[in-house]
């Protein structure tokens, strides 16, 4: 077994000034008040916030250009050529939302959802009608998640090359940047260059990493990683797994064994399933999920590559049909193309 350590004294030393500033923080606060990070957790960066949120809203727009020309642009051609809202709008509009993988359901009821409040407020200019359908697509994804609690564990899971290390790699540097102590525990033992991976994600995110030889028991890297991230009081442990869905009998003990080493061994963890799809499979990845969600009980979405598809509609399908939140996505290779998902933004770059 090799352990990765970068840093480690200076880590420390922000550690205890950090937890000195919890604590003091804790004390002042009222008893009700619970002692977490929301989920963007940019907002205990430095940075102007401002000036951040322009630059993440770039990146965002470069990243969904190609959906936003598939979509968007088809949309523009719609309305130029409507002169009056009738069923033959809304069949080519239902076309466009399924063209671009949101599914026959998803866009049907968007479609339905679109004619009641059109009908309500008796508009009949289409470029109205865009602003509506931007609205109830943001509403549809504007879903509630559990705020982060600390120490966590998020446990990585999809199917080979969706982007799991890559993912984690960006989430060890985006806690880390916002001053939380991650632990990488390299669980998809499979293949030792998943490992070599995410060691390299580790050096350049400066967290320490625990692994095992190829092959090895995923749970006892689990096991180690626990001990690591209690060692080092860490906030955040994130462990690859292999995720092998061509088993799913073989997936499901897996995960079963790594989940009973987490609850015997880390009581006091918040444990957060993520999901990793790829964005460029389409429906395929919207069955990957469902499949996933029966063997796992999984927190939450992580849709990567973005940036590769013109079909980003799959996100919308996949909070309306799974009803799971996407809580990050990657919308290119870079570091700082892992973003927590806003529906907002999300509907603003592709419309
Ligand atoms: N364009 C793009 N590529 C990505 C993104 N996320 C991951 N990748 C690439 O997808 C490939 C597979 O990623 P990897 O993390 O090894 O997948 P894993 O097998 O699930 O661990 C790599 O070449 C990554 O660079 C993304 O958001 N955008
Ligand atoms: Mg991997």
């Known amino acids: 077994m ?45 940075e102007p916030v401002q000036e951040e949120k322009k630059g993440l809203f770039s990146r965002l727009w470069q990243g969904l250009s190609k959906t ?19 069923d033959d709008f809304y069949e080519d509009l239902v076309d466009i939302l399924i063209m671009s993988d949101m599914g026959v359901r998803t866009s049907d009821k968007v479609i339905t959802e679109l004619r009641r409040r059109i009908d309500e407020q ?23 998640r559990k705020p982060l609690q600390w120490p966590m564990v998020m446990l990585v899971v999809g ?6 290390t890559t993912t984690i790699g960006k989430l060890a540097l985006r806690f880390k940047d916002a001053r939380h102590s991650v632990v990488l525990a390299a669980a998809d033992t499979f293949r ?12 350049r995110a400066q967290v320490p990493l625990v692994r095992h030889a190829e092959g090895a028991d995923p749970a006892a890297v689990v096991f180690d990683g626990i001990k690591k991230a209690q060692g080092a009081e860490a906030d955040l442990l994130i462990v690859d797994t292999a995720g092998r869905l061509h088993n799913k009998k073989n997936l ?15 009581e006091n963890a918040d444990v957060r399933t993520l999901l990793v799809i ?8 919207l069955q990957q999920a469902r499949e996933f969600s029966e063997v796992a009980d999984v927190s939450g979405i992580v849709l990567t590559k973005l940036d590769g598809t013109a079909k980003g509609g799959i996100a919308v399908a996949i909070m309306e049909e799974l009803g799971l939140p996407v809580l990050y996505i990657g919308v290119g290779e870079g570091i700082e193309d892992l973003q927590a998902f806003d529906a907002e933004a999300f509907v603003d770059a592709i419309f």
């Open 2 to 46: 090799a352990l990765f350590n970068f840093g480690k004294k200076k880590r420390e030393q922000e550690e205890a000034a950090r937890r000195e500033q919890e604590q003091a923080a804790a004390a002042a606060a009222p008893v009700s008040e619970p002692v977490m990070a929301p989920i963007q957790e940019e907002t205990v960066r430095e």
């Open 122 to 144: 008796h508009i009949t200019d289409a470029r109205k009608a865009r602003d509506i359908l931007k609205q109830i697509l943001k509403d549809m994804m504007n879903k509630e």
């Open 252 to 266: 499901m003990e897996e995960l079963r064994k790594i989940s009973r080493i987490i609850t015997r061994e880390y």
């Open 159 to 164: 199917v080979n090359g969706v982007g799991k």
């Open 278 to 285: 790829d964005a460029t499979t389409g429906q395929n990845g």
């Open 68 to 86: 936003r020309t598939n979509v968007s642009g088809r949309v523009d051609e719609l309305i130029e050529a409507t002169e009056e809202i009738d």
């Open 192 to 203: 030792a260059a998943a490992a070599d991976q995410l060691e390299i994600w580790a050096q």
